[in-house]
């Protein structure tokens, strides 16, 4: 996925991607309401809980971001850890719900063409140019908590 300044993107792709606050809260807030997980494939590799999801509008059951994310699971509680294999919570829902402080630490911005996306849950709502973000979830104290590759669905 070829990367790409982030003044190169459409102005609400922009909007939504660019920032460094977890993208629960801001596909929230620019939907005016809450978001669920449908969570397409799950496993677990080397401590790390590994998903792949669609993030939908509780009202009206509408796709607002494919991702796919590696979670620290030893940085949360086993409580925590619990309501994350669920996959009933966003993560970002979670890091508020329980008052964990972090920083959101994008890495890179991409574009995808929607060919790219073929092979993917996202396929059927990729048309034209798709635009993501690879971004890292730590503590304030710097350890990792989450590394999520984060496409919106082409408007």
């Keep these: ?90 993560l970002g829902a979670l890091l508020h719900q329980a008052e964990i402080p972090f920083k959101s630490s994008p890495l890179q911005y991409f574009t995808s063409p929607a060919a790219k996306l073929a092979s993917t849950p996202l396929a059927p709502y990729a048309r034209g140019a798709c635009y993501g973000r690879i971004n890292q979830l730590s503590k304030s104290t710097g350890e990792p908590l989450a590394w999520i590759v984060e496409i919106l669905p082409c408007p």
């Design 1 to 90: 996925m070829p990367t790409i300044s982030p003044d190169a993107m459409p102005d609400r792709d922009r909007q939504l991607l660019v920032h460094t606050r977890d993208m629960t809260s801001t596909l929230a807030n620019f939907y005016r309401g809450d978001l669920r997980v449908e969570v397409l494939q799950v496993s677990q590799s080397h401590g790390l809980y590994l998903r792949e999801v669609f993030l939908r509008t509780l009202a009206e059951d509408r796709i607002v971001e494919y991702g796919v994310m590696a979670v620290a699971l030893d940085q949360f509680t086993t409580a925590q850890q619990a309501i994350i294999r669920t996959g009933r919570t966003p």
